[in-house]
């Protein structure tokens, strides 16, 4: 067969590559401008940052819902930290799903705590056998929910539903230490609107270089190691490029699983979280989407992007592996679960611009992105395309991630006063340029990688714990 006659159609799926490079930089560009406006706005997060405290609003009590399994070396720290947020009304739920560590046991040892009868609403969701309920002696706002295994984040948060006592409900991970005043920016964003607003994102960063000191982080540091610096620009780029303008315009498809602040009655009225999901955040988001939209209720989903947790990225190259092979394999279950959705005109922005971007972009994006580079490749190889032509694509689509890059830092950098010394800057441009050559591609395997069948199981991920300011080990 005479390759040749394929020639044109591998050239044009070589220049689809970097035409689809540049659709997506132009989408993003149209994020970061309604992005920069909402973080420029005079918004209820910002004002209280300004100094409206929290004395002179309405006060709604939040449920701090903490799943945990064998966090034993973070749970003492991260549990202080909850309890020590600024906002008035509040308790913690630690949900321990059958831990073979000492989780269970350093908590009740650290709070003095006494078993108490458990206590569920009426709503209660079907959820796995509940052994025993504890509430510590010390501060009256904690208590521990000791259940059945599930290996399932879902139940466990669905178990923090059931027993919280609260209108407002954080569902976070354990391993995570938030600002002191992460909870009131969000219900200042939240009760901005108290009729609409049915949950709040916040903005993630990495707890692998940080310092704290009792409830509070005494050091921020930007991370040295490889793969999570690699991480950060990718978060930067969702928590500010993207989410506040896809939130403006209503399109936020994501609250990240870290952290998420929701109105427990509209997580009740969708049924709580999907168990078995493998991207049971964005399962909430699109479901919690679709019940306000097909039922005509007003509502909105917005992000705090100056509200911060703090939590640890995967360290190494395996972790970060089936993190990522599981979060596209979730992706899939969310396409396929909701493929009537995207484009069309009942589900307005939501099903145009935050579906459409989860289909066109993290869905057919990766497939597409692969078939061009093959298709470079073998056009180069062929002697089909000239060496200099193909060098400056494949230039030209490094030069397109690294301005997506340095515009995530310029945003972090507008936002988040801590980063005012130049050497941190300058570790996270260096991160920002880096990821292009190397990092990228491989995430781009990954990801197509999970098209196939796999173990979704998370693994074990090795925690360093926090470290306390002044101690470097």
Same mark, same amino acid.
């Given at each position: 067969?005479?390759?040749?006659?394929?020639?044109?159609?591998?050239v044009a799926?070589? *220049?689809l590559?970097l035409t689809?490079s540049v659709?997506?930089?132009?989408?993003?560009?149209l994020?970061?401008? =309604?992005s920069r406006?909402?973080?420029t706005r005079?918004r209820?997060?910002?004002r209280?940052?300004?100094?409206?405290?929290?004395?002179?609003r309405e006060?709604?009590? $939040?449920?701090?819902?903490?799943p945990a *399994?064998n966090e034993?070396?973070?749970?003492?720290a991260?549990?202080?930290?909850a309890?020590?947020?600024?906002?008035p009304? =509040?308790e913690v739920? %630690?949900?321990?799903?059958g831990?073979t560590d000492?989780t269970? &046991?350093?908590?009740?040892?650290r709070?003095?705590?006494e078993q108490v @009868? +458990?206590s569920?609403?009426?709503?209660?969701?079907?959820t796995m056998?509940i052994?025993r309920?504890f509430?510590s002696?010390?501060d009256?706002?904690l208590?521990?929910v000791?259940?059945?295994?599930?290996?399932s984040? +879902?139940?466990?948060?669905?178990v923090g539903?059931?027993? @919280?006592? *609260?209108?407002?409900v %954080?569902?976070m991970?354990?391993d995570e230490?938030m &600002?002191t005043?992460?909870?009131s920016?969000?219900?200042?964003?939240?009760q901005?609107?108290?009729d609409?607003?049915?949950?709040v994102g916040?903005t993630?960063?990495?707890?692998?270089?940080?310092?704290?000191d009792g409830?509070?982080v005494a050091e921020?540091?930007?991370p040295?190691?490889?793969?999570v610096?690699c991480?950060?620009?990718? *978060?930067l780029?969702a928590f =500010?490029v993207?989410?506040?303008?896809m939130?403006?315009?209503g399109a936020m498809?994501?609250v990240?699983?870290?952290f998420?602040?929701f109105r427990r009655?509209?997580?009740?009225?969708?049924g709580?979280y999907t168990?078995g999901?493998?991207?049971?955040d964005?399962?909430?988001?699109?479901?919690?989407?679709?019940?306000h939209?097909e039922n005509d209720?007003?509502?909105?989903?917005v992000?705090a992007?100056e509200? !911060? $947790?703090?939590t &640890?990225f995967p360290?190494?190259?395996?972790v970060?592996?089936?993190?990522r092979?599981r979060?596209?394999?979730g992706?899939?279950?969310?396409i396929?679960?909701n493929?009537q959705?995207?484009?069309r005109?009942r589900?307005?922005n939501?099903?145009r611009f935050g579906?459409g971007s989860l289909?066109?972009? &993290?869905?057919?994006?990766p497939i $597409?992105e692969?078939?061009?580079?093959?298709?470079?490749?073998?056009?180069?190889a062929s002697g089909? !395309?000239e060496?200099? @032509?193909?060098?400056g694509?494949?230039l030209?689509?490094q030069l397109v991630?690294?301005l997506?890059?340095?515009?995530?830092?310029?945003?972090?950098?507008?936002?988040?006063s801590?980063l005012n010394?130049?050497?941190?800057v300058?570790?996270?441009?260096?991160?920002?340029i880096v990821?292009?050559w190397?990092?990228?591609?491989l995430?781009?395997l990954?990801r197509?990688?999970s098209?196939?069948?796999?173990d979704?199981?998370?693994?074990?991920?090795p925690?360093?714990?926090?470290r306390t300011?002044? $101690?470097?080990?």
């Open positions: 067969m005479d390759l040749n006659i394929l020639k044109p159609l591998f799926f070589a *220049y590559a689809f659709v997506h930089l132009a989408a993003i560009a994020w970061s401008v =309604l406006d909402a973080l005079l209820p997060s910002k209280l940052l300004r100094g409206a405290g929290t004395g002179n006060t709604a009590g $939040v449920s701090i819902i903490m *399994y034993a070396e973070l749970i003492e991260s549990t202080r930290n309890l020590a947020q600024d906002y009304l =509040l739920l %630690v949900v321990n799903d831990s000492d269970v &046991e350093r908590l009740r040892a709070y003095s705590m @009868a +458990a569920v609403g009426e709503e209660a969701i079907k056998e052994y309920v509430r002696t010390t009256p706002r208590r521990l000791d259940k059945a295994a599930s290996g984040k +879902a139940d466990n948060s669905n539903l059931n027993h @919280a006592n *609260y209108p407002w %954080v569902v991970d354990a230490f &600002e005043n992460c909870i920016k969000c219900m200042a964003e939240a901005s609107r108290p609409d607003v049915v949950a916040t993630l960063l990495p707890a692998n270089d940080i310092a704290i409830a509070a921020r540091r930007m040295t190691n490889f793969w610096g991480q950060i620009i990718e *978060y780029t =500010l993207s989410r506040p303008g939130a403006r315009i498809p994501i990240s699983g870290g998420g602040l009655e509209s997580v009740l009225a969708v709580g168990h999901h493998l991207g049971e964005m399962d909430m988001c699109v479901r919690l989407h679709r019940h939209l209720i007003p509502y909105r989903i992000q992007p509200a !911060i $947790v703090w &640890e360290p190494t190259h395996e970060l592996r089936r993190q092979l979060w596209h394999r992706l899939k279950m969310i396929d679960a493929k959705v995207i484009g005109r589900y307005g939501f099903g579906m289909y066109v972009f &993290e869905w057919c994006g $597409v692969a078939v061009g580079w093959f298709a470079l490749v073998l056009s180069l089909w !395309i060496p200099v @032509a193909a060098l694509m494949f030209a689509a991630g690294q997506v890059g340095v515009l995530s830092v310029g945003l972090a950098v507008r936002t988040f801590f010394r130049p050497l941190e300058a570790r996270l441009v260096l991160w920002a990821m292009n190397g990092y990228r591609q995430t781009l990954w197509l990688r098209l196939f069948p796999g979704t199981a998370w693994g074990e991920m925690r360093s714990g926090f300011a002044g $101690v470097n080990s």
